[in-house]
């Protein structure tokens, strides 16, 4: 594995975020794209790049111990 690639001597960042359920449209997914948005304008400046985002499907698993099992797959 390659290490990160330099941009004007600075190493870049590339960050992923993860998350467990699916984010329905309403206030919550106009907050998360607004801190999307300012995260892009941000990192730009400190190498920081938002590589993507993962929306994972949430267990219905009763059990904690299974769920716990199958979101982490």
Do not use: Q
Not at 19 to 39: I, M, N, Q
């Amino acid at each position: 594995m390659d290490g990160p690639p330099l941009r004007s001597g600075w190493i870049v960042m590339r960050v992923r975020m993860i998350c467990v359920g699916r984010l329905k449209s309403g206030p919550e997914r106009t907050l998360c794209a607004d801190y999307l948005d300012r995260f892009a304008a941000a990192g730009r400046s400190l190498g920081l790049s938002l590589g993507d985002t993962v929306e994972l499907d949430e267990s219905r698993n009763p059990a904690a111990a299974r769920r716990k099992a199958e979101e982490a797959a």
